[in-house]
């Protein structure tokens, strides 16, 4: 096309392509756009106007490489993610991901792509300003080896950091609140901070982290904190599906930055838009007219402000300080420290925390420094940092996640009355002697400090289920074989509580929860379970095969259906089983087969096995 009609004409058709997706309603997927689609200013607009916009950036150094032997992994440099749809049922949104994957030859680019007319150096320099205008977040990948034989490896992270930190992001995306900012979580909840100096040696998810609401990464305690956030990208493998709480203390208040309103403001707009960030920490005493956040799309602010000194001003300072950081229209959480010489000085804090919580409908937290200061921390409401047990505390006084629970136990703070009566957990059905469930639920539990109890019942009969949901102490079972398909229709006339859109669609139900006023709901995690995993390892799957048809059968069928397969086969040793569960899917895409020759003609994309072993 360019070698015919220039690079001009290519430019047209390409804006005439975006505008084409842009005005299809119905377009839930990622749109992959080269490089050079900031070219034209009215694509840079059309972009800029988007909500969720990823600029995939590579190290500057690296845009234009030198090496004449890096020119043949050029292309599987290249994260290519075009024709990559990955269909969202419950997202209304459409994400245009844009990246800088600048070509290396003089004349030909690597596998014919068409030479720039100019050099790559002079290229990359007029757009980097743009793709920063026309995007909303950043993914930054690692950064090259010096050595060429390592490439192919720095390839396949590229490319996997990539797909893993999209797929997170979706996920947060998908989360967001009415108002466009992060969930926040319920009271007397806590945050790990985390004071490395870097996070590139992170392999997998902390156990560590099990039992608090979030993550707080200290930027300012980085090797480098120019490096903020390929760090935090690193950082976010360790915090698993925990929001990421960006944090970059000056040393005026208590941190190691030390840097200009401009730098500090600078490394604040670079991390908000990080694409594993869910908020970011403001220091009040920063903002200005001159000096101000600018707000990303999906990223909630917290603003604070850190005395390294008590409160020698009395209520009145400390009203003004909480009045300072709850006010801000962007602020969707306030953060008040001081340091206390006495107990008095917590109990100060707390108690005005306390007042300002019920005059502004906004969360905060509140809490003193230093020995004197601990009982601050105990009875905060909201947000507690607490101490990783393998790395120094962020600030002084800093408890574990331990031991801040074992101290609001022992002064009976922010256990509900819910909580504090031991409830008892099952999983049912038959054979259930194998079910690895009791022992990763009752992991749960003592790790969060609760009472509760999930045990086994092997049981192939209803009558055992309405018994124990009759129960005072029944606090919820896990449904399996043979009991999904009896529960559902037990419950299906709605006398026993409230059955989700997914346990109707599906016909079966494998959860059942008991709520704090005793009412119960019934639902079928199957169908999201498999639907995330099928989307996950086969986003452009069109066809597949269910093997079985039992509840996890059902299940499965809702979940190629949910995904919008054009066609679901079921199989099963019992064909009238199979019949009857295709019928039960109303809109015609399942349809039942049982030879098995039918499937080896028509392969399907995906197949699931339901189907017991024996």
């Not at 009415?178 to 996070?199: A, E, H, M, Q, V």
């Not at 925990?242 to 944090?247: E, G, K, Q, R, S």
């Not at 449904?479 to 346990?503: C, D, N, Q, Y």
């Not at 054009?566 to 199989?571: D, G, L, Q, T």
């Amino acid at each position: 096309f360019v070698k015919q009609q220039g690079w001009k004409e290519f430019r047209k058709a390409e804006l005439q392509l975006l505008h084409s997706i842009l005005e299809d309603d119905d377009s839930r997927c990622i749109v992959s756009c080269g490089g050079g689609i900031v070219e034209l200013p009215q694509a840079v607009s059309i972009l800029a106007q988007q909500r969720y916009v990823v600029w995939l950036r590579m190290d500057e150094d690296d845009v234009v490489v030198p090496s004449d032997s890096f020119v043949r992994v050029d292309r599987a440099y290249r994260v290519r993610m075009y024709r990559y749809i990955i269909r969202t049922h419950h997202s209304e949104f459409l994400s245009i991901v844009s990246r800088v994957t600048e070509g290396v030859a003089a004349n030909t680019g690597p596998d014919g792509k068409p030479a720039y007319g100019e050099p790559v150096e002079r290229v990359y320099g007029r757009r980097r300003d743009k793709f920063a205008e026309a995007s909303s977040y950043e993914i930054h990948l690692p950064r090259r080896p010096a050595a060429v034989d390592l490439l192919p490896g720095h390839v396949a992270s590229c490319r996997s950091m990539a797909v893993s930190l999209l797929q997170a992001w979706l996920k947060r995306v998908d989360l967001l609140g009415n108002d466009g900012r992060p969930p926040l979580p319920g009271k007397y909840s806590t945050f790990t901070c985390l004071t490395l100096p870097s996070y590139e040696v992170v392999k997998g998810r902390d156990a560590d982290l099990d039992g608090t609401s979030a993550v707080e990464v200290r930027l300012d305690l980085l090797k480098d904190p120019a490096d903020s956030v390929r760090q935090l990208q690193y950082a976010s493998i360790a915090a698993g599906e925990l929001p990421i709480i960006a944090t970059l203390r000056s040393a005026s208040e208590g941190g190691k930055f030390d840097e200009p309103d401009e730098r500090y403001w600078d490394l604040i707009q670079q991390v908000s838009r990080s694409c594993c960030v869910s908020y970011v920490d403001i220091e009040i005493s920063r903002c200005s007219e001159s000096f101000f956040p600018a707000p990303v799309p999906g990223v909630g602010y917290l603003a604070s402000e850190h005395f390294l000194r008590p409160p020698t001003g009395g209520r009145l300072e400390v009203c003004r300080a909480f009045d300072e950081v709850l006010q801000p229209w962007w602020s969707a959480v306030g953060k008040v420290v001081f340091t206390a010489s006495t107990e008095s000085d917590a109990n100060l804090v707390s108690a005005v925390q306390a007042e300002k919580l019920r005059q502004i409908a906004k969360p905060s937290i509140g809490l003193c420094m230093g020995p004197c200061g601990t009982i601050s921390r105990v009875t905060n409401p909201f947000w507690t940092p607490v101490r990783h047990p393998a790395m120094k505390a962020a600030a002084p006084g800093q408890l574990s996640l331990k031991e801040l629970r074992t101290m609001r136990e022992a002064l009976h703070i922010g256990t509900t009355a819910a909580e504090k009566h031991k409830k008892k957990f099952f999983v049912l059905g038959s054979p259930v002697a194998k079910s690895p469930s009791p022992a990763l639920h009752n992991h749960i539990f003592k790790t969060l400090g609760l009472p509760h109890e999930y045990s086994r019942l092997d049981t192939s009969s209803l009558d055992d289920v309405l018994s124990l949901m009759a129960q005072d102490d029944f606090g919820g079972a896990s449904i399996t074989i043979p009991l999904k398909e009896k529960v559902f229709h037990a419950v299906s006339g709605g006398a026993h509580g409230r059955i989700s859109e997914l346990a109707l669609s599906a016909r079966a139900v494998n959860t059942i929860v008991k709520h704090d006023d005793g009412s119960l709901s019934f639902h079928n995690t199957d169908t999201l379970a498999l639907a995330e995993s099928i989307r996950t390892k086969a986003a452009l799957a069109s066809t597949c095969l269910v093997v079985g048809t039992g509840g996890a059968a059902r299940g499965a069928c809702a979940a190629a259906e949910l995904l919008g397969m054009e066609k679901i086969f079921v199989w099963g040793r019992d064909s009238t089983k199979a019949a009857k569960l295709a019928q039960d899917f109303v809109n015609g895409q399942v349809r039942s087969i049982h030879i098995i020759s039918m499937v080896v003609v028509s392969v399907p994309d995906v197949t699931v096995g339901c189907a017991h072993a024996t």
